[in-house]
């Protein structure tokens, strides 16, 4: 079996064990140009989906599975075949391989004689039932096994001769429409295990959607050019051919983590932080060299510059665009992807209105969050007075957005005022006047020019004004009023209703 | 006269039969009666008594409202349907349910609104007015110091608004200026006077936004050239002040900032620019040929530089100096101009000599308005070059002008018969001099205070020649007796205003025979200690439009002067009665006079805390009382409270009791001021 057929098997087998039947319809082809390798690749697929009726190929629930075979397999990989295969041997993979083939046979005729047993009306007791599945469970998880050890043993042997010659991968890669180098030996080496992790995190993210061997294939690339980044900045306005353009799948851009644990599959952002968890997993791990920096390639090999495109159908950065322009980085291009073909589901928790798909954009922002006051009437906010009365000189009808809370206006507490203005016209103003301030009696209605002057302060309102004992009211000289009683009685009548009986010995006239 | 008659006929009509027959006038005839009646609102309150539909049509007729108060507003509003201006500025008190009444009643015809003294209204109250009165052309908010941007963003919504005041809105920042320059795009007017909220990015949204502006006043805001550029691109300023705008320098009146000549400016006040020297004006002026009046008060000093930038303003008319540096070579430069001013004013400025100010005097006869006040060095020789050259003059104050002896005087009579405003104030003037003045006829404000070589025989031609005096200003010319004031108010019968204040020898005479003029309106007595409450009788009787009233130190006044004050002058809105004689009876008294605005009592012995809590109570106008401190401590903190409520403001004063000086002695402290 040539190294191009055990990966697609790799490939199918993977699918088939983590797909939930139904919706097992490779759905990144169509992105791809077809070749002959896609082609191929429908077949298994095929078949399998013909098999997909049998419900329950898989027991329990597909996500937990996941994690079982994640636990069992990796224990295996690494203790019995990647350790011991640190010479690599054709051999020794030829015939695991052919291993599989003979396993993954058996298991179809399995399954095939489950379905034909399936067919028939009459049903049969569960117990079979069980034990089938238990015994097709039994038999995919051997083949995955058996596969991922195969396909780790490629790890050491690459890692420690540090060439570029994997044939597994490089033959695959040059099969594809998009043809590149795999510069870096070392990486590309690794790559094949980390992303049976990958995969799995990721399947199980995108509910089964299968994958192809170019989303295996973009993984290299995405971390291959991380390190790369510097180089791929220096190249502007390079002219249309003069670098090669890479694709990455969607799945592969939301993908959480680009880096992850051969051995336990957890998930990393970064590869010193790989590097720092592998410690972890043996001394092996804890030499300076494993521990290092992976060097850039400085072979002999003239490195191509590498642009990226985006990979949906009509965005700019897409190469089939007419006026294609090519991201820089894997970064830039996480950051296209989700900012322009994504959802926005972050939100600013400060303005609840803001929404970013990349969630650094979001903490930018909440940084700045509420710093923005200068508001105008459309909404748009600038952080800048000036930039504001740009904006607003340059369009039509565009206002400031006053403040909430300057809205009011006027003199502080103007709404205040107000209302206890209408309090205090409810309440009569009758004043207090008397000369002995105990004296409830003593109110006097003083009615000042009317009664609807308005009161804001509400001084005079009985509930203010019968606690207060106005202190200075006492000093009244009683002879002064009653002079001044008979001195100009006559002058205040008519002009205003101000009743001039002020002091306390008219409380009994008025009431 | 026209009243005359017509109360007379209706007497008639009315004797001889019950049925009127005013009623069956037509409505348009009694209009155009009553456009003659404009501008004489006594008249027109007879004419509405005349009968009912006398009344129904005079409030229909009646566009403009200065209601007193707006407790009645309700009613008011009712009762005259079709008015277009309203002034509130006499109402202590102007809430948002006032002017919600305003906009309700007035939603189309209300066209111009006065706010500019009035208090307690907000944005609400605003936002009422902008939504509903659809037709609101102009807006006073003058001194409405609480308001906020919400409130101007309010005033926005009045589309065509053509006149805005927001001077002293010391709250508004560009935010509100910036609403008020999108929504008020048919602004022709805007006065941004000690805004000092608003800066460069307001002020140039206005310039952008605001295409039709004829007048920008931007007195004493934080704003830099950066707005300059857009103000000049202004297709119809006319006015721009610039006063006190310490940002703007001659360094950033570069070229870049006037790309564009402005054709219309007409008029430039750029007072108080300290930083504006020579140079900065020489580019200003360069842009705006058109300017006919340039103030440039408090500024940079006048110098041959300075008027050298004049030259490019070949129609100017009026240029105001006022408390400029000026050296003669600059003066005389302004003599050389080939422009003939109109208007000149030279008030407090430095280093005024004869020879500058006669030759410039010379050049420009065509003067009509001359101010030389306090131009201390001058002599009798630029008195007689003036009076020679400036034979138009109309308008001359020369107060304090000391070294110019008594004889110049008789010039000015002699040559400038125009003369409609003369101030005169500490001069050596003598009744010669009066004498000779008063052949100019048509003197109409006459100022001789502090002219202590002028008598009763000099203010007697005075009375026989001006029969337009209506100003008399006699302040400390002590010797005035009740004779020269009996010949002013015998010939002077449109006195409106006379100041006979600490003029020791009038007694109540004095007030008897100026009862005569029944125009007169403010009344300043203050240190005439041997007038009574029987000539202050006569007043009120006689004089019903009186408004201001100072008896001050007027020891002889007491409560029963008050009583007949507030019986007949129901117009009185200001008095001032410290050192008086009359206690919180007297003031409780003037409480009948529903106008009454402000009073000043300091140093009354007979107030009664009491008694002037009472009388604060009871006048429900107020809106300036000016106190002794020490009262304040005495009166209850609530009925402080209250009262400032209604929208009255105490000044709370801690000045000594001051003993009277004799008037030669008061003299010579003032000149030991000076000095």
Known sequence: ?511 | MLKKQKLFTTQQHKKKNNNNLFETLSEELIFTILDFLEGDPPTKKSFSLVCKSFYFIESKHRRTLTPLRTDHLPAVLNRYPSVTDLDLTLCPRVTDNSLALVAGAYRDTLRRLDLSRSKFFSGNGLLSLGVNCSNLVELDLSNATGLRDGAVAAVARAKNLEKLWLGRCKLVTDMGIGCVAVGCRKLRLICLKWCVGVGDLGVELVAIKCKELRKLDLSYLPITEKCLSSIFKLQHLEDLVLEGCYGIDDDSLNDDVFKQESKTLKKLDISGCQNISHIGLSKLTSISGSIEQLILADGSPVTLALADGLNKLSILQSIILDGCLVTSSGLMAIGNLRISLKELSLSKCMGVIDEALSFLVSKHKDLRKLDITCCRKITDVSIASIANSCINLTSLRMESCTLVPREAFGLIGQKCYYLEELDLTDNEIDDEGLKSISSCSSLSSLKVGICLNITDRGLAYVGMNCSKLKELDLYRSTGITDLGIAAVSGGCPDLEMINTAYCTSITDSSLFSLSKCSNLKILEIRGCLHVTCIGLAAIAINCKQLSRLDIKKCYNIDDSGMIPLAHFSQNLRQINMSYSSVTDVGLLTLAGISCLQSFTMLHLQGLVPGGLAAALLACGGLTKVKLHLSLRSQLPEPLIRHVEARGCVFEWRDKVFQAELDPKCWKMQLEDLMQ
């Open chain 1, 1 to 511: 079996m040539d190294p191009k057929g055990s990966l697609y098997d790799n490939n199918w087998a993977r699918t088939s064990s983590l797909t939930s039947p139904g919706n097992g319809l490779p759905t990144n082809l169509s992105s791809h140009p077809p070749s002959f390798y896609g082609a191929k690749i429908e077949a298994p697929f095929k078949q399998f989906n013909q098999i997909s009726p049998t419900q329950g190929l898989l027991p329990g629930e597909s996500n937990n599975d996941i994690k079982i075979l994640d636990q069992e397999n990796f224990p295996i990989s690494d203790s019995s075949q990647t350790t011991k295969l640190q010479d690599w041997d054709p051999s020794v993979m030829l015939n695991n391989l052919s291993f599989m083939e003979e396993k993954i046979h058996q298991l179809q005729d399995l399954v095939h004689l489950i379905v034909n047993k399936r067919c028939q009306p009459f049903g049969r007791p569960d117990e079979l039932v069980t034990q089938e599945q238990q015994l097709v469970t039994a038999d995919l998880t051997s083949i995955i096994v058996q596969l991922i050890s195969t396909a780790g043993s490629l790890l050491p042997s690459v890692r420690h001769t540090l060439t570029n010659t994997s044939p597994s991968v490089g033959q695959l890669s040059q099969l594809r429409g998009n043809t590149f180098p795999f510069g870096s030996g070392p990486s590309s080496g690794i790559r094949p295990q980390n992303n049976s992790g990958d995969k799995f995190f990721d399947q199980f993210a995108q509910n089964g959607v299968p994958k192809n061997c170019e989303v295996e294939q973009n993984c290299h690339i995405e971390e291959h050019e991380t390190k790369d980044e510097d180089d791929a900045e220096e190249g502007e306005n390079l002219p249309p051919g003069s670098y090669e353009i890479l694709q990455l799948e969607k799945e592969e851009i939301l993908a959480p983590h680009t880096h992850f644990c051969t051995i336990c599959g957890k998930g990393f952002k970064r590869d010193a932080n790989l590097r720092m968890h592998m410690r972890g997993h043996g001394d092996e791990y804890k030499t300076p060299a494993a521990l290092a920096k992976p060097h850039k390639e400085s072979g002999s090999e003239p490195k191509l510059i590498k642009r990226y495109s985006c990979p949906y159908a009509g965005c700019k950065r897409n190469k089939d665009h007419k006026k294609f322009q090519p991201l820089k980085t894997i970064l830039c291009v996480k950051n296209h992807y989700k900012r322009t073909h994504c959802d926005k589901s972050y939100i600013c928790s400060r303005c609840n209105t803001k929404r970013f798909s990349v969630l650094a954009d979001l903490k930018t922002h909440e940084k700045h969050c509420g710093k923005d006051k200068w508001l105008c009437s459309c909404g748009t906010t600038f952080s800048r007075k000036d930039k504001l009365f740009g904006h607003m000189a340059l369009f039509q009808g565009h206002t400031p957005a006053i403040p909430f809370d300057d809205t009011k206006g006027g003199p502080a507490g103007a709404l205040d005022l107000e209302i206890r203005e209408n309090n205090s016209k409810v309440g009569s103003m009758n004043f207090c006047f008397g000369s002995n301030p105990s004296s409830e009696n003593g109110v006097q209605n003083m009615d000042v020019k009317g009664n609807n002057i308005d009161d804001p302060t509400n001084y005079f309102s009985p509930m203010n004004f019968e606690g207060c004992n106005f202190g200075g009211f006492n000093e009244f000289s009683q002879p002064t009023f009653e002079d001044s009683e008979g001195s100009f009685s006559f002058l205040m009548s008519g002009s205003f209703n101000y009743a001039p009986k002020i002091a306390g010995e008219t409380n009994s006239d008025n009431l």
